[in-house]
C-alpha cells in the first residue's frame, strides 16, 4: 500500500458518510516541499456538507483520524498534512523488497495473455542508422515492461523485405556487382549498388523498365528471383543481427512485408464480402468519412496493393496466431494517420478487437536541432555511433578504475547503455538532439550515472561483507533514507503508469532520482558507523541494488556490479 493509499483510508474512516474512498483519493496531494510532509488532503472538498469553514473542518478530522501510521498530522490552513511513520513503512519495504527481490513490483494484470511489438522494422539491403534506434529499444523496454505485469510479449521485426527497390538491387547486382564483395561487406556493397542503380538510371531510363521486370518476375516466383532476394534477404540479417546483439534485442518473429505476400488476397476478399469497397477513379477505397478520416486506399488503379491492405493482413494473422489482449505498434510519429485508418478499416469489417492495437509514437532523434535524415547522402550509422560509445566508456573506466579485470565487457554495458538510456529518458513524444559525449558521462542524468550508482552500492555491500536476513527487522528514520524508501515505495505503481502509457521515459526517471537519492544519502550517512542502525542501512544499501537493476533492466540494460 502506498502512502497516499494509508492517508485515504485513514480519512475514509472519519468521512464515509459523505465521501467515497475514491474521492478521498482523488483530493490527496503531494506536498510541495519535505517539511509539509507527504501527503496532504485539502478540506475545502468537505465545506459545503459540513457547513463549516475549510479550517475548523481540518482541525475536526485531525482530533478523529486513527494516528498509528503517522508520525504527526498537522493542521496548516484548511490543509491537513500527514507525515508517515519512517520506522514502519522503511520496515515494511525493506521486507517486501528483500523476500520479493527482483520481483518486487511485479503484476498480474496480463494473466499471461500476448501482446505482439511490432519494432525496429528496418530496411534489407539498406544500413541501420540511428533513425532505427527509437523503435528498437522503445519496443524492446515495452516488452519487458509489459512482461512485467503479467502479459507474455511478442517482439516482431516487421522487416522492409519486398518491393520495387528488390527489382533495382538484382539488375544492379547482376549488371555490376560481386559474390565476394557482397559477401565481405553486406549492406556496404548492396547499398552502393542501390545508389549506383539509381546515379545511372537518370541517363539510362531503360534500366527502371528491367528493375520493374525483375520485380515482376520476383512476385510470379522465378527461381533466379526468388533465390537472389532471400540471399540479399539472410546477408542484410546477418550484419543486421550483429548491431541487435550489442543492443541486447531479439526478437520473436522476422516476418516482413514479404510473409504477408499470400494473405492479402483475403483481405481484399473480406471487405467486397462485406461490402466495404468503393471504386474511385479506378481505385478501391474503404469510405472512413464516419470516423472524420479521408478514404484508405486499399489498391491502386492497376490493381496492386498498398501498404494498409499489408497491414490489415498482418493484424487479422497475429490475432489469429497469438490472440493477443493488445497490439503495440512502436513507428514514429509521422504515420499515425495510417494506424489511425487501419483501425478504422478493422472497426468497418466488424473486428472489435481493433480498439486493443495502440500505436506507439515517437517523436525525432536530431543532431544540432537538426532532423538526422535532411543530411545529403548522410545517415549516422548506427553500429559506428554504438561503437564510439563504448570507446568513450573505456577511456572513463580506465580513468576511474585502471584495474578492473573486464573493461571491455563493462565499456561495451556502459556505452552502448548510455545510448539506449538516452533515447529512452525523453518522453517518447518528444524530439531530442543527441551529443554522443553528453551521453556517456559518468555525471548528470545518465545511463552511466545510474550504472555508476548501482556498483557504488554493490561495493557497499561487498565491503561489508553483507547479506540481508529475511526475518530480520530493518528500521529506519532518517531524512536521507526516508527519500530513499520513498522512491523504493512508489515502485510498483511506477511500474504499472509506464506500462499503461507504454512510456519507459517513467521508468528511466524513477532510476535517476532513486540514483541521486541514494548517492545523497550516501553522501550524508557514515553507512558503515557501526551502531545499531548499521544492518538497517545496509538492507536500504542493498534494495537500491535490487531496485536500480530491475529499472536498468526494463530498459535492456545491464548493470555492471565493478565500473
Not at 511490432?118 to 542508422?129: E, Q
Request: without cysteine; proline residues 3%; hydrophobic residues 45%.
Amino acid at each position: 500500500m502506498n502512502n497516499k493509499e494509508i492517508v485515504a483510508k485513514a480519512i475514509f474512516e472519519v468521512v464515509k458518510d459523505d465521501l467515497t474512498l475514491a474521492q478521498v483519493q482523488g483530493l490527496l496531494e503531494n506536498p510541495k516541499a519535505a517539511d509539509h510532509g507527504d501527503v496532504a488532503f485539502p478540506a475545502f472538498a468537505l465545506a459545503k456538507v459540513y457547513r463549516k469553514a475549510p479550517q475548523q473542518i481540518a482541525q475536526e478530522l485531525a482530533e478523529k483520524i486513527d494516528g498509528t501510521s503517522f508520525e504527526k498530522i498537522a493542521v496548516v490552513g484548511p490543509y491537513l498534512n500527514f507525515f508517515m511513520s519512517k520506522g514502519n513503512i522503511s520496515q515494511s519495504v525493506l521486507a517486501k523488497i528483500i523476500s520479493e527481490k527482483e520481483h518486487y513490483g511485479d503484476a498480474a494484470i496480463g494473466l499471461g495473455q500476448t501482446v505482439p511489438i511490432d519494432m525496429s522494422s528496418p530496411n534489407i539491403a539498406k544500413p541501420i542508422s540511428m533513425g532505427h534506434l527509437r523503435s528498437t529499444v522503445i519496443g524492446n523496454s515495452i516488452g519487458f515492461i509489459m512482461e512485467k505485469i503479467g502479459y507474455q510479449p511478442i517482439r516482431i521485426n516487421h522487416l522492409g523485405d519486398w518491393g520495387t527497390q528488390f527489382g533495382k538491387l538484382i539488375v544492379a547486382y547482376k549488371k555490376w556487382g560481386s559474390e565476394a564483395a557482397v559477401k565481405a561487406d553486406p549492406i556496404k556493397e548492396l547499398l552502393r549498388l542501390y545508389v549506383d542503380f539509381h546515379e545511372k538510371a537518370e541517363t539510362e531510363p531503360a534500366l527502371e523498365d528491367e528493375a520493374r521486370a525483375w520485380f515482376k518476375k520476383l512476385e510470379e516466383g522465378d527461381e533466379e528471383a526468388i533465390s537472389l532476394w532471400q540471399w540479399f534477404r539472410e546477408e542484410s540479417l546477418k550484419e543486421f543481427n550483429k548491431i541487435y546483439d550489442l543492443l541486447g534485442v531479439s526478437f520473436d518473429s522476422m516476418n516482413g512485408e514479404a510473409f504477408y505476400n499470400d494473405k492479402m488476397t483475403e483481405i481484399v476478399d473480406l471487405l467486397e464480402a462485406k461490402h466495404l469497397l468503393k471504386e474511385d477513379q479506378g481505385a478501391e477505397i474503404v469510405d472512413l468519412s464516419a470516423y472524420d478520416l479521408n478514404p484508405a486506399l486499399i489498391k491502386k488503379s492497376d490493381g496492386a496493393t498498398l501498404y494498409i491492405t499489408r497491414d490489415l493482413a498482418a493484424a487479422l494473422y497475429r490475432k489469429r496466431t497469438y490472440n493477443f489482449a493488445k497490439s503495440i505498434y512502436v513507428v514514429g510519429n509521422e504515420q499515425s494517420y495510417h494506424f489511425k485508418q487501419l483501425k478504422a478499416v478493422l472497426k468497418e469489417m466488424g473486428f472489435d478487437w481493433s480498439d486493443e492495437i495502440a500505436h506507439v509514437a515517437f517523436g525525432l532523434i536530431t543532431q544540432g536541432g537538426k532532423k538526422l535524415s535532411t543530411r545529403k547522402g548522410k545517415i549516422i550509422l548506427l553500429e559506428k555511433v554504438l561503437m564510439e560509445a563504448t570507446e568513450l566508456a573505456k577511456a572513463q573506466i580506465i580513468e576511474k578504475n585502471p584495474t578492473l579485470a573486464n573493461k571491455d565487457e563493462v565499456a561495451q554495458q556502459v556505452g552502448v547503455g548510455a545510448v539506449i538510456f538516452h533515447d529512452l529518458k525523453n518522453d517518447r513524444m518528444n524530439n531530442f538532439d543527441f551529443d554522443l559525449e553528453e551521453v556517456v558521462r559518468f555525471e548528470g542524468e545518465t545511463g552511466p550515472y545510474v550504472q555508476y550508482s548501482h556498483a557504488r552500492a554493490m561495493s557497499i555491500l561487498t565491503k561489508a561483507a553483507f547479506t540481508p536476513d529475511a526475518t530480520a527487522v530493518y528500521s529506519l528514520q532518517d531524512e536521507n533514507s526516508w527519500e530513499v524508501i520513498k522512491l523504493l515505495q512508489q515502485y510498483p505503481d511506477t511500474v504499472l503508469a509506464a506500462a499503461d502509457k507504454y512510456e519507459p521515459s517513467v521508468i528511466a526517471k524513477h532510476a535517476i532520482k532513486l540514483a541521486q537519492a541514494f548517492n545523497k544519502f550516501y553522501a550524508n550517512v557514515k553507512v558503515l558507523a557501526e551502531d545499531e542502525e548499521k544492518d538497517a542501512r545496509l538492507a536500504l544499501v542493498y534494495a537500491v541494488t535490487v531496485i536500480l537493476k530491475e529499472d536498468l533492466r526494463l530498459l535492456g540494460l545491464q548493470a555492471p556490479e565493478k565500473m
